[in-house]
């Protein structure tokens, strides 16, 4: 390494932290032979998810994107439809969209880096009107059929807002909690619900980066249990007779294995845990870098909420720091970091779709530099980065 | 148990075998928290799988209908196109063909179970024509643009002949070979090539009741090396610049994880074990079966191919055996059977597809049984089975 003579390690952005069971009941479900999707574990991490977010029933599968994908085959988004969604987030979050065959229409970003529900608010009363079947863009002519929310690094979006939207003009609201599992309000009309439990539908990510992982994998829950059923069983190649091999829809392959829900399993019980580390590193990053050197440290929600502060998020304040010039100095001194995603209104496949509202998801895309958040970034190693930060 | 009193244990179908070093494996993953999409298991799985089948690269991916999703879209297959397709197999074999937009066009089998070559033949000259840009079908107006060959039960479909017929009416030859991971032929114009290496692009399955199984999990293997980049790209969100997160494409998440490569590895050092296995357990099949009591025990092509003998057929030349009758009989005694799967031109989404030259098909929809082969069946077992289907 180039700073091997420094004598410091690499320092990086996300990664895995397994302190629990993981090796116990990996090994469980590999001595049992039961690894596929078949096996107990797979419904017993179901169980523990929605025992957990506190929903009726939770259903497994390979990843936040197909999470996502099934939750819009879930809401009924095909052909021809319209969905209302962020520009500042991951891709996956937008590309099932084109799965099903619909549009995203694209909305900025409020200070909370979420989708902004006065914008969509805005753009729903000035683009869009009622008619007979449902709500109409006029520009396209298309239904918008859905809002599709994404709780950015984990930071919750204006529920109330959104919720009072999706009822009003009747759209689905289809809820991105891939970043966001453990956040949830603490008091307001919504106390004691997790993001993704709000809206019609909502799926979690167990990625490797995200707060807990299965390697990789989803969880999707809704407040309709038929739409859950109905994810299951698209999820299993809408396999409706096990024997005869019948078929009533054109489903998927999108199961959760049981070697991943042995994981799952480990790592949820470590995830208040993990939630409680992510705050007190985001506690020494804000109080060390606040106000320092041309950096914020933007805040998560606070008022009634209690964010899982998955991922961090500084903020060049001063035009004098460059962002892909700090990432490059970064790395030189073995510090990972990252830039928040390429606005998706501006990838080559999105680049005809419409886009509303988008100065403050512009302005963040620009001078936001994500910094290290492992779940066992120890508070030496936060130092350094403290420091390394403060020197440049 | 129904037959505990029996002091029977249950005989299931197909299970997985890890007699190896999965255990070792799968350990070292977790140990090393390297259980996500990165590691250098996936990287190795992926080469190991390159070179136990010749080809230079192998791009390892979640599942077996997920290789074949990025197959037919690396080979270009999009909205309006047909592919030539069987309808005996397993559903995930077509569902892709939907996913990408376009339709199957369903062909019967011949006595391999595969797709008739003689049937393609005759359709594409009786029903299809060249025009300038690609053959057409004359009743639906439709771009005939691939053959889409299944290697059912791992025996081999008609390679030369379909290679021909590709060649000469300039379509795509897709191998899903799924099945079929160690099939491979030992003379002719193909000697040394396994199933899935010889048309344009291939797929294998890992899932729990192959061969070798990752849990979950695929691979994609193609002689176009750009074909085979394509589609790794595609299974990444078709990130195209990893730091800045730009995207040139709509992609998917469909990245194997290094736990499951590391399943992967420890199993395909025991393949040829396992084919073994399944040949001498085969073998007391037929010597036992074939011939008594209205049985047939349906052979892999034996004529210059070594097949992997997947899965074993008992099919019921007497029509007083009763398919459904006897796997219910069978389940009685802890005997796990199934029928082969319902044709595909039946089922609920595909019904008014074209379907051609089916009456073979028809037949072995009718009176074929899949008999337990896992690679741990005892000899034992086996008799079990034996001694239980002479008694029926």
Redesign the interface.
Known sequence: MANSNNNEHFIPLS????AGR??EY??EA??S?W????GSKVTEFENAVAAYTGMPRAVAC?????GLHLALMAAGIGRGDEVLAPTLT???AV?PI??VGAEPVFIGCDDSLCMSPAATQEFLRTRCEKRPGGVYNRASGARVAAILVVHVFGNMAGMPAFAALANEWGLALIEDATEALGTKYTSGPFAGKMAGTIGDVGAYSF???KII?T??GGMLVSNHPDWAEHAKHLST?AKA?E???????????Y?M????AA?GLAQLEQLEGFIAHKHARWQQYKTALDGKNGYRILDFQEDGVRSNKWFYSLYLEDPRHDRDTM?AALKARDIQT??V??LIHE???YGKNEAYALEKALDYRARIINLPCSTNLSEEDCQRVIDTLLAL
Chains 1, 2 share one sequence.
Do not use: M
């Open positions: 990664v895995p932290n397994f993981e090796k990996v090994s590999v001595v032979e690894v596929s999707t078949g390979n990843s936040g994107t197909s991951f891709i996956a590309n084109r799965y990625n490797g980066n992982t390697g990789a190649q007779d024997l005869q091999f019948l078929h009533d829809e054109i489903g998927y392959n199961r294995t049981n070697l991943q994981l990432i990252r830039p995603w390429a990838q080559a496949d």
